[in-house]
């Protein structure tokens, strides 16, 4: 890639945004159903009923995103920098990559 690098269009599930110099990709790694148990500081009839109003689906969709950063570094080339920073052992130990674990489709 060029230090140049501007793109002209948005494709499902990447969203391009230029910060400065840098241009921002978040790329879509997927979504997953949360639950308003994890929300504090708001009773807990609130949020169900926000979400219905503005036609969000209950339980709450969660997106998953990660980030390729596109950074000049003063020449003709660009660095690349992928951010993604997993879900650690949110989701427990099959989906946090440790050692002798995998996730079922793996």
Do not use: Y
């Given at each position: 890639?060029?230090?140049?690098?501007?793109?002209?269009?948005?494709?499902?599930?990447?969203?391009?945004?230029?910060?400065?110099?840098?241009?921002?990709?978040?790329?879509?790694?997927?979504?997953?159903?949360?639950?308003?148990?994890?929300?504090?500081?708001?009773?807990?009839?609130?949020?169900?009923?926000?979400?219905?109003?503005?036609?969000?689906?209950?339980?709450?969709?969660?997106t998953v995103n990660a980030f390729l950063a596109h950074?000049?570094?003063?020449?003709?080339?660009?660095?690349?920098?992928?951010?993604?920073?997993?879900?650690?052992?949110?989701?427990?130990?099959r989906w946090a990559g440790w050692p002798g674990t995998?996730?079922?489709?793996?």
């Open positions: 890639m060029t230090a140049t690098f501007k793109p002209t269009h948005q494709a499902p599930g990447v969203h391009h945004r230029t910060v400065g110099e840098v241009v921002v990709t978040a790329l879509n790694d997927g979504m997953f159903e949360a639950s308003f148990d994890w929300l504090t500081n708001i009773d807990a009839a609130e949020p169900p009923a926000l979400h219905a109003a503005s036609f969000r689906a209950i339980p709450p969709r969660i950074l000049p570094d003063g020449t003709q080339n660009e660095r690349l920098v992928l951010v993604d920073s997993g879900c650690g052992g949110a989701w427990g130990r995998s996730p079922s489709w793996a």
